[in-house]
């Protein structure tokens, strides 16, 4: 019998490309296509997938199941080819819903944090003998399947042979409404994704709707040490029926700085103890754990500008809350050292609607460079730009560059000192930088 088809709109994605190795480990025929090649869709490739770079019609032939992400719309050419022939089409939450239905669901909710939270919880999990099967939002060199367990290596996925599936849940056009988890971790609530829920008061609802999927013998895992939480708590949604577990910062020895991955590894600490997991197990993990792809990633330098003395990380951070997160994290880490900030805004709304917030998000650094802003295509119009907060900071060790090459030239100086460089960017800049400094 010839196994079942499943095409992928939006392959590329950090959380399709999961769902896609799902289907690939569930023995179907997995093919997708994304609008860019990238580093994910080299290694679906690799794995077995059948990619398309660029979405024409013609290249959905007859699958048994199209899957789409968050960010494909209507008139999207595959899209539209699926619709019109009647295959069955589900979107990313949609199907990763009816993941959570058949497994013991842990899910990690939050405005901040989950990726992290996520893969502390798989790992201590996988350490303990439980076998989950993992889906999270970046990759880490502990589920490689290749060697050398490196970032760029490392899997945002791993089958498991247990009923336990770790999943990270993104609040985004109300994904996690689609889910149904017996446990839940909210890590924060905080102004995100307004382009969808508009204000604080639209994001707290969208939370609240979640909890509601929570198994009604099940647990919301919530931290103290937030106010929206508290606010979104107290008093208590009618319709939150699960049994409400408080946390708070821990204490925990962890190899990766930061208050706020104290409480990431509290939030794990919490859910792994209700599975029965001891703390010896969870310890171990806590002090062998190097942190994630793109989560204060430290970069290996190429040999033939090995004349570099700087350390030179990379960073997902992308909103005000994470950005100070991260400089207070680097400053902790390297408490003698100049931090250089190399920040690319992701999408216009955001940029908008939070623009007062970003002026001082940069405090903790000494220098600052900002880069042109990276506009979501389908989901931007225009306003604010980099350089209009370079201005309104208005701080000489705050500089604008335009271009990559303008970056280099403005951090020249810094990479021949004793300094940390830090790239912040969820959209392009990442990539550059990589192509740049990587070896």
């Known amino acids: 019998m010839a196994s079942q088809k499943v095409y992928f709109i939006g392959i590329g994605g950090i959380g399709v490309s999961s769902l896609a190795q799902y289907y690939l480990a569930q023995g179907w025929q997995v093919s997708g296509s994304d609008a860019v090649r990238s580093e994910i869709t080299d290694d679906l490739k690799k794995k077995g997938v059948k990619i398309f770079i660029g979405q024409k019609a013609k290249n959905i032939k007859s699958p048994d199941l ?14 539209s080819e ?3 022939k009647g295959y069955p089409l589900q979107s990313y939450a949609q199907a990763v819903g009816e993941l959570t239905k058949k497994y013991f669901t842990v899910a990690v909710c939050g405005s901040h944090g989950k990726s992290t939270t996520t893969a502390l ?4 999990l996988k350490e303990a003998g439980l076998d989950p099967t993992i889906i999270i939002g970046t990759k880490l060199s502990e589920l490689s399947t290749r060697e050398g367990r490196s970032f760029s290596s490392g899997n945002n996925f791993r089958m498991g042979g247990s009923k336990y599936l770790v999943l990270e849940a993104d609040e985004y056009a109300r994904s ?11 890590t924060n609530i905080d102004k995100e994704h307004l382009d969808i829920y508009k204000n604080l008061n639209g994001v707290v609802a969208g939370f609240k709707r979640f909890f509601k999927n929570i198994s009604k013998d099940g647990y919301l895992v919530a931290n103290e040490g937030d106010i929206n939480i508290k ?14 577990i408080w946390y708070g910062k821990g204490k925990h020895k962890l190899s990766i700085p930061g208050i706020h991955n104290q409480f990431n590894a509290e939030a794990a600490w919490q859910v792994v103890k209700l599975l029965g997991v001891r703390k010896s197990i969870a310890d171990k993990v806590f002090r062998s754990y190097q942190g994630a792809w793109r989560r204060m990633e430290k970069l290996n330098i190429k040999n033939k500008i090995s004349k570099i003395r700087s350390i030179i990380y990379t960073d ?26 190399v920040f690319q805004p992701h999408q216009q709304d955001r940029l908008n609607r939070l623009f007062k917030e970003f002026t001082t998000a940069f405090n903790l650094a000494d220098k600052t460079i900002l ?12 306003g604010k730009t980099s350089a209009d907060l370079v201005k309104a900071i208005n701080n000489p060790d705050v500089f604008y560059a335009d271009d990559f090459k303008k970056v280099l030239k403005l951090i020249q100086p810094d990479l021949k000192s004793d300094n940390v460089i830090v790239f912040m960017s969820a959209g392009d800049l990442d990539a550059k930088a990589r192509k740049h400094f990587i070896a």
């Open 316 to 341: 997902y951070a992308h909103h005000p809350t994470e950005i100070k997160a991260t400089l207070q994290a680097l400053k902790e880490k390297h408490p003698q050292k100049k931090i250089v900030c």
């Open 66 to 79: 199209v899957i789409y992400s968050a960010a494909i719309r209507p008139e999207n050419p595959e899209f």
């Open 176 to 186: 996690f409404h689609n889910y149904f988890p017996k446990i839940t971790i909210v």
């Open 121 to 124: 919880i798989g790992l201590i």
């Open 371 to 382: 880069y042109p802003l990276y506009k979501v295509k389908g989901r931007d119009s225009n």
């Open 82 to 84: 699926a619709k019109a």
């Open 231 to 244: 606010k979104t708590l107290n008093p208590r949604p009618k319709t939150l029926v699960a049994k409400i």
